[in-house]
């Protein structure tokens, strides 16, 4: 085994959390941080020019979901296993985890032993997940996993769908998204009517409250 301490790269929207837990990660002789985030798509372009062995994500990062820049991670650079850290703890978040490609699942409020533990166990490649969400997972992923996909409004969406609702939910206005994802206004204002009606909503606040159970953004 390498005496090579594992290159982490983290990513948290709230830096005084993100700053903490960098803290408890580089107190450990056999981990370094190798980089750090506070939005998705920041987390992704740095992971994939870092190219670290572990990318701890918030699930509620801004811009780009955790699940979002997981998936896409994933894609680049599918030697880097993703552990997610947050304080959603329900099956269907989990589930979501585990398809974009998660390794590891820790809930915000566990101790600095088991966030340790999730890490070392996602670097050998072996899942970890908190133990208030193991029992949940063994029954709920399965019978998620043998549903259609339709059921859940998070994969009735492509992903281009998915971040086009998250920027919308975080308050972004149709040019700016527009300007962000390189396309025109009115392709925005399109997928926006298309997200409407497959998730049959009809005014912004129903887009947010979707948003938030999809967990792209936080309450």
């Known amino acids: 085994m390498s005496d090579e301490p594992i290159p982490i790269f983290h990513a948290h929207e709230y830096a005084i959390l993100a700053d903490g837990v960098r803290h408890i990660l580089e107190s450990q002789a056999d981990m370094q941080v190798v980089g750090q985030a ?52 329900s099956p269907d978040m989990v589930a979501r985890a585990l398809r974009a490609g998660a390794t590891g699942y820790v809930i915000m409020d566990a101790s600095a032993s088991e966030l340790l533990q999730a890490v070392r166990s996602a670097a050998k490649g ?7 969400i193991a029992s949940l997972i063994v029954s709920d ?32 206005t149709g040019p700016q998204i527009a300007s962000r ?33 999809m967990g792209l953004v936080a309450e």
């Open 38 to 89: 506070e939005d998705g798509v920041q987390a992704v372009s740095e992971c994939l020019r870092l190219k670290p062995r572990i990318a701890l994500l918030s699930v509620t990062l801004p811009n780009l979901s955790g699940i979002e820049a997981a998936r896409q991670i994933k894609q680049g650079l599918p030697e880097c296993n993703v552990v997610f850290l947050s304080k959603q703890n």
């Open 126 to 132: 072996v899942p970890f997940f908190s133990p208030a």
């Open 141 to 172: 992923y399965v019978r998620l996993l043998q549903t259609d996909d339709d059921s859940d409004p998070y994969q009735m969406l492509s992903e281009g769908e998915r971040h086009v609702l998250q920027m919308v939910a975080e308050g972004y």
């Open 181 to 213: 994802l390189y396309i025109t206004a009115k392709a925005v204002e399109k997928t926006r009517q298309r997200i409407m009606k497959k998730l049959d909503v009809r005014d912004m606040a129903g887009l947010v409250r979707a948003a938030i159970r």
